[in-house]
C-alpha cells in the first residue's frame, strides 16, 4: 500500500524470507555426494582442452590437484569459448583471453561472471563499480545497486547498469539471463527492459551452468535469514559493524561457519547432545537448484546448518556428472544421479 512506508515508522517493519519448501525443500544431497575432488577454496569450474579445470585462488587445477597455471592474482570468474580460448577474470580487474590481457573499459574492474554464448560472443559481470569481488559482504552491507552487465561483440557494449551484485551468466540466444545477489533473483537481458525470471530466492545467487536437456543449474553461495534481514535495515549498526567488527565476524552472509566463537548468531545455532541441529539459524549452506527449460525450479540440493559443503559457486555438468564447487568446503562433488533429481 501507498502508506506502508509511512506507518512501518510507527509499527515496525516484518523480517520475512521465502521459505525452503516445494523445490527449495531441505535434503542432504550435497553431504552424501561422492568427492571429486579435494581443493582449497574452488570457485569456478570448466571445461577446457578435453578436461574439467578449476580456479583456486590464484591457480588453475586439474582435480587431482595439478596446477595448470598460476596467475598475478586471484581468478574470480572463468569461462571457455566454442573455439576452446578461455576467458579469465582477475582480482585485480585483469581479463586474460588465451593468456593475454584484453582492453576493457575503464569502468570494469570487478570480473564476477563470465560467458560465452554459442556465437562466439562473450558475457562479462561486472559486480560492483566501487569494490572488489572479494569484497562482496562489503557490498551487500553498504546496499549498493552499482553492478552492470556487458557484451563484447568486436567492441565491449554495456547491455545492463545498476545491478545489485551480477554474480552469474547464462547466455539465452540473442541475449542473457544474470543472477543478481542482492536481489535474490534472476533477470534476462536482451536489449530491452530487464524481465524478471525468478524472484524470492532463500539465498544469494551465486553462478549459473547451462544443464542437459534444457534449463539450468544455479548456485547459491548463501542463505538468506531474518538477523541479516534485519540488519541490513539497520543503517546505523550497519555502519558500526563494518567500522568495529572484523569482516569475517559481521553479521553477514559467509561462504562457512562454525569455526570461530566470535561468529554471530552462536545463540541461535542450536545443540542438543553435541549436535548441532539441522534447522538452526545459519550464516552458511550449500545449495544449488536445477532448473527447467522455463527458469523455474525443478528441485534443490542441500548442505544443511549442520553440514561441511557450504560456499557453492559454481556448478558444471559434464558426461552425466554434476560437478559442484564447494567453496566453503573446500571441495568439488560430484553425482550422476544428481542429473534427473535425488
Given at each position: 500500500?501507498?502508506f506502508?512506508?509511512?506507518?512501518?515508522?510507527?509499527?515496525?517493519?516484518?523480517?520475512?524470507?521465502?521459505?525452503?519448501?516445494g523445490?527449495?525443500?531441505?535434503?542432504?544431497?550435497?553431504?552424501?555426494a561422492?568427492?571429486?575432488?579435494?581443493?582449497?577454496?574452488?570457485?569456478?569450474l570448466?571445461?577446457?582442452?578435453?578436461?574439467?579445470?578449476?580456479?583456486?585462488?590464484?591457480?588453475?587445477?586439474?582435480?587431482?590437484?595439478?596446477?595448470?597455471?598460476?596467475?598475478?592474482?586471484?581468478?574470480?570468474?572463468?569461462?571457455?569459448?566454442?573455439d576452446?580460448?578461455?576467458?579469465?577474470?582477475?582480482?585485480d580487474?585483469?581479463?586474460?583471453?588465451?593468456?593475454r590481457?584484453?582492453?576493457?573499459?575503464?569502468?570494469?574492474?570487478?570480473?564476477t561472471?563470465?560467458?560465452?554464448?554459442?556465437?562466439g560472443?562473450?558475457?562479462l559481470?561486472?559486480?560492483?563499480?566501487?569494490?572488489?569481488?572479494?569484497?562482496?559482504?562489503?557490498?551487500l552491507?553498504?546496499?549498493?545497486?552499482?553492478?552492470?552487465?556487458?557484451?563484447?561483440?568486436?567492441?565491449?557494449?554495456?547491455?545492463?547498469?545498476?545491478?545489485?551484485?551480477?554474480?552469474?551468466?547464462?547466455?539465452?540466444?540473442?541475449?542473457?539471463i544474470?543472477?543478481?545477489?542482492?536481489?535474490?533473483r534472476?533477470?534476462?537481458?536482451d536489449?530491452?527492459?530487464?524481465?524478471?525470471?525468478?524472484e524470492?530466492?532463500p539465498?544469494?545467487?551465486?553462478?549459473?551452468?547451462p544443464?542437459?536437456?534444457?534449463g539450468?543449474?544455479?548456485?547459491?553461495?548463501?542463505p538468506?535469514?531474518?538477523?541479516i534481514?534485519?540488519?541490513?535495515?539497520?543503517?546505523?549498526?550497519?555502519?558500526?559493524?563494518?567500522a568495529e567488527?572484523?569482516?569475517?565476524f559481521?553479521?553477514?552472509?559467509?561462504?562457512?561457519s562454525?569455526?570461530?566463537?566470535?561468529?554471530?548468531?552462536?545463540?541461535?545455532?542450536?545443540?542438543?547432545?553435541?549436535?548441532h541441529?539441522?534447522?538452526?539459524?545459519?550464516?552458511?549452506?550449500g545449495?544449488?537448484?536445477?532448473?527447467?527449460?522455463?527458469?523455474?525450479?525443478?528441485?534443490?540440493?542441500h548442505s544443511r546448518?549442520?553440514?561441511?559443503?557450504?560456499?557453492?559457486t559454481?556448478?558444471?555438468?559434464?558426461?552425466?556428472q554434476?560437478?559442484?564447487?564447494?567453496?566453503?568446503?573446500?571441495?568439488?562433488?560430484?553425482g550422476?544421479?544428481?542429473?534427473?533429481?535425488?
Amino acid at each position: 500500500m501507498i502508506f506502508d512506508p509511512i506507518l512501518n515508522l510507527f509499527r515496525g517493519k516484518a523480517v520475512t524470507i521465502p521459505p525452503l519448501d516445494g523445490a527449495f525443500r531441505p535434503n542432504t544431497a550435497l553431504d552424501d555426494a561422492p568427492l571429486f575432488a579435494q581443493i582449497r577454496q574452488p570457485d569456478n569450474l570448466v571445461l577446457w582442452q578435453g578436461q574439467v579445470v578449476a580456479s583456486s585462488g590464484a591457480t588453475l587445477q586439474t582435480p587431482d590437484g595439478e596446477v595448470l597455471q598460476s596467475l598475478a592474482s586471484d581468478v574470480c570468474a572463468a569461462s571457455v569459448s566454442p573455439d576452446g580460448a578461455l576467458a579469465l577474470g582477475l582480482e585485480d580487474g585483469t581479463l586474460l583471453v588465451d593468456g593475454r590481457p584484453a582492453r576493457l573499459p575503464v569502468e570494469l574492474h570487478c570480473i564476477t561472471a563470465l560467458a560465452y554464448g554459442d556465437d562466439g560472443r562473450l558475457w562479462l559481470a561486472n559486480g560492483s563499480a566501487t569494490r572488489k569481488p572479494s569484497q562482496w559482504a562489503t557490498d551487500l552491507m553498504m546496499k549498493n545497486a552499482s553492478g552492470s552487465v556487458w557484451v563484447h561483440d568486436g567492441t565491449w557494449r554495456k547491455v545492463a547498469g545498476g545491478l545489485a551484485w551480477p554474480y552469474g551468466l547464462l547466455p539465452d540466444g540473442a541475449g542473457v539471463i544474470v543472477s543478481e545477489s542482492w536481489r535474490h533473483r534472476l533477470l534476462r537481458l536482451d536489449g530491452s527492459r530487464p524481465q524478471p525470471v525468478l524472484e524470492s530466492l532463500p539465498g544469494y545467487p551465486a553462478r549459473l551452468a547451462p544443464a542437459s536437456g534444457g534449463g539450468a543449474w544455479l548456485a547459491l553461495f548463501a542463505p538468506r535469514n531474518r538477523l541479516i534481514e534485519f540488519v541490513l535495515q539497520e543503517t546505523h549498526y550497519r555502519i558500526a559493524m563494518m567500522a568495529e567488527v572484523k569482516p569475517e565476524f559481521w553479521v553477514a552472509p559467509a561462504l562457512s561457519s562454525g569455526d570461530s566463537f566470535l561468529e554471530p548468531l552462536q545463540c541461535g545455532g542450536i545443540r542438543m547432545l553435541g549436535v548441532h541441529k539441522a534447522w538452526s539459524p545459519t550464516r552458511s549452506f550449500g545449495l544449488v537448484v536445477r532448473l527447467g527449460a522455463d527458469m523455474a525450479p525443478l528441485f534443490s540440493l542441500h548442505s544443511r546448518a549442520n553440514g561441511t559443503r557450504h560456499g557453492v559457486t559454481s556448478v558444471l555438468e559434464h558426461q552425466g556428472q554434476v560437478l559442484i564447487a564447494s567453496r566453503g568446503g573446500d571441495c568439488i562433488l560430484s553425482g550422476g544421479h544428481m542429473v534427473e533429481g535425488i
